[in-house]
């Protein structure tokens, strides 16, 4: 398996400019979720989805669309680039797992999209 | 909304002590809390989690603990070595539902942990 994908790993924007990361998984992962890292902070949640067809806002998605055609691609769209969304972009996927009578949690980052917005 | 803070921002221990990072959330509907480690420039892992209905979890090295009355969770590290330096990051959510998402993470804004050798 490949986990989750993205790309691209760097991107450089001019103001007003529009682009697409793409992110991807091939576990089969119903649940997808969109996060923005800014320098020395924690994770903020833009969208996420509980599987094909279905999206909801995070915390901050102002500034961002998403859509879910299929379970494997979860691509986060920037309409109009502003300095405030240059950030760290994590996509991730989760899963929890129930055998035995216990279930526990499984959760998979892609590597990141470094952005800046000029 | 929720709200966690997390506690210290920074953390230097000697290798073979033990480390605690605390955090605190505001909204009591609060059923989930995950931890995560970052290390310079990487992804974030999933080290540990816990959810409402359970006091105490364990995973070798690594235990979290949740007082719900108190509304406050803490990380222990023990017997830290070298390679659990990172950045750590609490985060809380009211909507995990069994066989469900995770719900929406707020994140504390983490613990920089240094182990000296």
């Known amino acids: 398996n490949a986990g989750v994908t993205q790309t691209p790993k760097f991107r450089i924007l001019k103001i007003g400019q529009s682009m697409t990361l793409q992110c991807a998984q091939d576990?089969?992962?119903?649940?997808m979720y969109w996060y923005r890292q800014d320098p020395g902070m924690g994770l903020k949640l833009i969208y996420y989805?509980?599987?094909?067809?279905?999206?909801d806002k995070g915390e901050v998605p102002n500034g961002y669309n998403v859509s879910r055609s299929t379970t494997e691609d979860f691509p986060l769209r920037l309409e109009l680039a502003a300095p405030s969304q240059t950030s760290v972009y994590f996509c991730?996927?989760?899963?929890?797992?129930?055998?035995?009578?216990?279930?526990?949690?499984?959760?998979?980052f892609g590597p990141g999209t470094r952005l800046t917005v000029l | 909304g929720e709200n966690v803070e997390q506690h210290p921002s920074t953390l230097s221990v000697q290798e073979g002590d033990s480390a605690v990072i605390k955090c605190t959330y505001s909204d009591s509907a609060s059923n989930y809390f995950p931890w995560y480690k970052q290390e310079l420039g990487k992804r974030p892992q999933l080290i540990i989690d816990i959810r409402s209905n359970v006091g105490e979890k364990k995973d070798q090295r690594i235990a979290v603990t949740l007082n719900k009355t108190a509304k406050h969770f803490s990380l222990h590290i023990t017997e830290t070595q070298p390679e659990d330096s990172a950045v750590y990051f609490c985060a809380a959510s009211a909507g995990l539902r069994v066989g469900g998402s995770q719900g929406n993470l707020i994140f504390g804004k983490g613990t920089k942990l240094s182990v000296k050798p």
């Open positions: 991730a996927s989760w899963r929890e797992i129930i055998a035995g009578g216990f279930s526990y949690n499984e959760q998979f």
């Open positions: 576990m089969n992962h119903n649940y």
């Open positions: 989805s509980v599987g094909a067809g279905i999206t």
